[in-house]
Nanobody, 125 residues
Framework: QVQLVESGGGLVQPGGSLRLSCVVSGFTLDYHAIGWFRQAPGKEREGVSCMRSPSDIEVYADSVKGRFTTLSDHNKNTVYLQMENLKPEDTAVYYC??????????????????WGQGTQVTVAS
């Protein structure tokens, strides 16, 4: 059974950092794309990043480029979203999602079959 579980969200001040984790089970990270998405209140869910290994493909939304980084630990079957220089507009529920053999050239909600439950990130002073 495929499962994705996010953790690591919380309250952080503007300019601060957080690392989100996405632990996957029921499949290995090999040849699976892992996407990170977020949904702010009243807004549609939007793509943040997409990574695929072992191709070492990483794609980021323009709004987070240079501030967010994805990392993977295949031994732990875990993908991380390292978020730096957080801004109030980064406040949202963050979700990880998985899809096998996905290319990450673009990443939409409809491209992914498996989703986690989400973790809240709040950036405020």
């Amino acid at each position: 059974q495929v499962q994705l579980v996010e953790s690591g969200g919380g309250l952080v001040q503007p300019g601060g950092s957080l690392r989100l984790s996405c632990v996957v089970s029921g499949f290995t990270l090999d040849y699976h794309a892992i996407g990170w998405f977020r949904q702010a209140p009243g807004k549609e869910r939007e793509g943040v990043s997409c990574m695929r290994s072992p191709s070492d493909i990483e794609v980021y939304a323009d709004s987070v480029k240079g501030r967010f980084t994805t990392l993977s630990d295949h031994n732990k079957n875990t993908v991380y979203l390292q978020m730096e220089n957080l801004k109030p507009e980064d406040t949202a529920v963050y979700y990880c999602a998985a899809e096998k053999f996905f290319h990450c050239s673009q990443f939409r909600v409809s491209d992914f079959s498996y989703w986690g439950q989400g973790t809240q990130v709040t950036v405020a002073s």
